[in-house]
């Protein structure tokens, strides 16, 4: 009879640890690498991100972000996810132009009339169109992230393509980029993102190009007081999970990573406006020259990449597509 009590609170007890196995065996940690300073929009909207997962998800569905490269370039990390050494990182357009041709689109001179234009593209069904094309290379973007226009900075003014002649310049090292230095009369040089500053000091490189915000958090401005605001191209980013990852998860943890995601989109957006309106500031008062320049100049040297791009079927059919959305 003295047992009595024991085995009912066993029955009791069992239910309740049987239902504590489940939660913890259903919770999931997510790896994200990306080479972002934790400075960044982009790394502040990802841990935004985090943030609303975990809540929203009960502590169920968790996002362990790895920044400033700890796990490598962005090329390392999108063929880690790939591998399924990695659940998700960040890339480029340029980036991913390797692994899905389409990409390229973004990396064309002068594409985008305006902000408003970009935006239509980028978050539209076009923008989808281009993404969607991913999953057959093993991964899924679920998010994209606005990143400015690009332009040229260096030791010295660059009012014109004749003023580049000659100058070595760093680049994300894609077909498209290095033709555009070659126009232009530079010479592409990829080094990796985080030895620009070291290169510019020590002249192995002339200048770089990246959007404002880049410019100044990298401390870029210290050793390359001049800005070209020529403003070629807007190149954006995304947030990449692999296909092995995302069919782990549960329909109801798709749904809340999804929403997750799309939030984060809005939120980087915010945090990108009002970022470019600090940077250039700062930058300034470290002594940085905004130089605006005329435009045609650089169009018309860029003209011969349009006629690459109309050789390819896709890549056409998406100029064409892009510039209908223009008129909207």
């Excluded at 045609?296 to 597509?321: C, G, H, V, W």
């Amino acid at each position: 009879m003295k047992f009595k009590p024991l085995l009912a609170s066993l029955y009791v007890a069992l239910p309740l640890l049987a239902t504590s196995v489940e939660v913890l065996a259903a919770r999931v940690t997510l790896k994200l690498a990306h080479n972002l300073d934790q400075s960044h929009v982009v790394h502040q909207a990802l841990d935004q991100l985090a943030k609303d997962l975990k809540e929203k998800s009960n502590g169920e569905l968790n996002l362990r972000i790895y920044p400033s490269s700890q796990m490598g370039s962005p090329r390392e990390t999108i063929e880690m996810v790939q591998n399924k050494a990695l659940d998700m990182t960040k890339a480029s357009a340029s980036e991913l132009e390797p692994f899905v041709s389409e990409f390229a689109i973004f990396s064309l001179p002068y594409l985008f009339s305006d902000e408003e234009h970009f935006k239509r593209v980028l978050f539209g069904p076009i923008g989808e169109q281009i993404t969607a094309k991913s999953q057959d290379s093993g991964f899924k973007i679920i998010a994209s992230y606005v990143a400015g226009t690009r332009s040229f900075y260096a030791k010295k003014p660059i009012h014109s393509p004749a003023d580049l002649k000659g100058m070595k310049i760093r680049v994300v090292p894609t077909p498209t980029t290095n033709k555009s230095m070659e126009l232009l009369g530079a010479s592409p040089v990829p080094i990796p993102f985080g030895e620009v500053y070291t290169a510019i000091q020590q002249g192995v490189i002339d200048g770089a190009e990246n959007n404002i915000p880049s410019y100044y958090q990298t401390r870029h401005v210290e050793v390359a007081k001049f800005y070209s605001q020529d403003e070629r191209v807007s190149v954006p980013d995304y947030l990449v999970i692999a296909n092995s990852t995302w069919d782990k998860l549960s329909p109801e943890q798709q749904t809340l990573l999804m929403q997750a995601a799309k939030d984060s989109e809005i939120l980087q957006q915010k945090l990108w406006d009002e970022e470019v309106i600090r940077s250039k500031a700062e930058s300034e008062k470290l002594g940085a020259t905004f130089i605006e320049v005329d435009k045609q100049p650089f169009r018309n040297a860029l003209a011969p990449i349009y006629d690459d791009f109309a050789k390819d079927p896709n890549l056409s059919t998406l100029m064409e597509a892009i510039k209908t959305e223009e008129a909207k």
